[in-house]
């Protein structure tokens, strides 16, 4: 198999103890360095503090890591060979022996193989804007309909069709449960204008969800909604027209396929001075006690 699990992880799933994953294309080519590295490091020391353990994961030399090191994670960082590995990429970069950093998509895919039950991450990706012409959804959406992961983000940001996006799970029938909140959060922003169909407060009450689908034997993910702090959440008119300059940007360069997502982020960095980053880091964070919580109720 081209899975290598870490020590730390393996004696958590022996001992059940609760484990949370970690993509890594996130560090690679969803932040800048060093900001990524000292991110996703904090990340795991915040899923330690509230008693969780850490699963970041990443492919080196064709065989995916459950569990880097930070050294590891430092490299993800650094190296700017690092290919954004989706669930179409991965046979490819194990049988090439190459570096990839996991999508939501494939950190989903391996979580599973691994047994692990809940990830944390930003954003997850979505139907795009103008998808009715580029047929640009990603892969992240398909992935949630048949992998049995639950997903705690942060919503989808405005650079996604976000009524779309819920038509879609809908489709293929993914919860998509707002934690304390009716409104599903735009990443940036506590808010979207858009409105889900539940709301759910407690740790206990998500975890409940959670074993049941697992009893129904319902395959397929669950989005968690997690709104960004207040205190960290921009400016929704400031927020919306950055995302807006990046889009037309994107489209003027004929930015395509992959590169998409990862252009639009740096461009909306670029263009809010770098308060968006900030956002982004934080909303990670707050993800990030969830789902440690959330683990932490299941293993109970
Ligand atoms: N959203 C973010 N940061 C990210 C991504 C999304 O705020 O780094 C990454 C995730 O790894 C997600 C991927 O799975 O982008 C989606 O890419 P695409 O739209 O090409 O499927
Ligand atoms: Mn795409």
Redesign the pocket.
């Known amino acids: 198999m081209n899975i290598k699990i870490s020590n730390e992880v393996l004696e958590a799933i022996k001992q059940n103890k609760p484990i949370v994953s970690l993509?890594s294309?996130?560090i690679s080519?969803?932040?800048p360095y060093p900001k990524n590295v000292e991110t996703a490091l904090k990340v795991e020391e915040i899923i330690r503090s509230e008693g969780a353990v850490p699963a970041t994961i990443g492919i080196i030399d064709g065989v995916a890591i459950i569990g880097m090191s930070n050294e590891e994670i430092e490299e993800f960082g650094k190296r700017k060979d690092i290919l954004?590995v989706?669930r179409r990429d991965l046979p490819v970069i194990f049988a090439k022996k190459l570096w990839g950093a996991?999508?939501?998509?494939t950190t989903m895919i391996l979580s599973a193989m691994a047994g692990i039950e809940v990830f944390v991450?930003?954003?997850?990706?979505?139907v795009?804007k103008n998808a009715q012409e580029t047929f640009?959804i990603?892969?992240?959406l398909q992935e949630l309909a048949s992998t049995n992961v639950t997903v705690v983000c942060a919503g989808a940001?405005s650079i996604l069709d976000l009524p779309l996006t819920l038509e879609y799970l809908e489709t293929f029938g993914v919860p998509v449960l707002g934690y304390q909140t009716k409104e599903l959060p735009a990443?940036y922003t506590r808010k979207s204008g858009y409105e889900l169909d539940y709301q759910l407060d407690t740790y206990q009450e998500i975890a409940e969800v959670i074993r049941q689908k697992r009893n129904l034997k319902l395959n397929g993910g669950i989005v968690v909604a997690n709104p960004i702090p207040s205190e960290y959440s921009l400016d929704f008119d400031f927020i919306n027209n950055s995302i807006n300059e990046a889009i037309k940007e994107a489209e003027e360069l004929g930015i395509k396929?992959?590169e998409?997502?990862?252009f639009l982020?740096a461009k909306i960095k670029e263009i809010t001075k770098g308060t968006s980053l900030e956002a982004?880091i934080q909303l990670v964070f707050n993800n990030a006690k969830l789902g440690a919580n959330i683990a932490k109720e299941l293993v109970k």
């Open positions: 993509e294309t996130i080519h969803g932040m954004k989706s996991t999508t939501v998509a991450t930003g954003g997850i990706g979505g795009h640009d990603s892969a992240d940001k990443f396929g992959k998409t997502t990862p982020l982004n």
